[in-house]
């Protein structure tokens, strides 16, 4: 199975901020990351497909970039509904995967 | 708009085999897409259980492929997963998903269900 290592597991930013994740695989998987975004009690949220395209209906502050291991997912301009947890996925190789989850919470 | 709503008992006794059906409404699985089964035990992160494409093609997480069984029923336009001999860790909120574009190899996914949480308890 293809290893998805997500850093950091916790961040702490404010109203404003900038924040970037990121998302690395154990193996090459192309382009083939996508990222979500999970608020409690709620499905996952697709914001990212293939690295870097914006899901439709997705704010432009969230952008995401890398391809072969290593993938970041940054959002700017943090407004209060960004805080959440985020996960990348790879859709390479099945058995598909997920990382473990970045928890953003407000400093 | 694509709608999808997960369904099934939410108690299960250990052994005995978690059955889950998955209705969608807005779109017919028949006509393209792959069709997900996600699971996240609580507190926990995602795991891929396996996928159905509109062809009839599944595809399993190896983790499970001895225990797990997707089938479509495009008739009723539903998709449903079957997990046999069930255990404590199998409780989870398990989530159906539709798969979406072919730059992400199909299986990323834009729309889901909101989740139904299944305990396997005595």
């Known amino acids: 199975d293809i290893q998805m290592t997500q850093s950091p597991s916790s961040l702490s930013a404010s109203e404003g901020d900038r924040v970037t994740i990121t998302c690395r695989a154990s193996q090459s998987i192309r382009g083939y990351l996508n990222w979500y975004q999970q608020k409690p009690g709620k499905a996952p949220k697709l914001l990212i497909y293939?690295?870097?395209t914006l899901q439709s209906g997705v704010t432009s502050r969230f952008s995401g970039s890398g391809s072969g291991t290593d993938f970041t997912l940054s959002i700017s301009g943090l407004q209060p509904e960004d805080f959440a947890t985020y996960y990348c996925q790879q859709s390479y190789n099945t058995p598909y995967t997920f990382g473990q989850g970045t928890k953003l919470e407000i400093k | 708009q694509v709608k999808l709503q997960e369904s099934g008992p939410g108690l299960v006794k250990p052994s005995e085999t978690l059955s889950l059906t998955c209705t969608v409404s807005g779109y017919s699985i028949g006509s393209g897409f792959y069709w997900a089964w996600i699971r996240q035990p609580p507190g926990k992160g995602l795991e891929w259980i396996g996928s159905?494409?509109?062809?009839?093609?599944?595809y399993y997480n190896p983790s499970l492929q001895s225990r797990v069984t997707i089938s479509a029923d495009t008739s009723n336009n539903q998709f449903s997963v079957q997990l046999s001999s069930v255990t404590a860790a199998d409780t989870a909120v398990y989530f159906c998903?539709?798969?979406?574009?072919?730059?992400?190899?199909?299986?990323?996914?834009?729309?889901w269900g909101q989740g139904a949480l299944f305990i396997v308890s005595s």
């Open positions: 159905v494409h509109f062809s009839g093609r599944t």
């Open positions: 998903a539709r798969g979406g574009a072919g730059s992400c190899g199909g299986e990323c996914y834009g729309h």
């Open positions: 293939a690295a870097s």
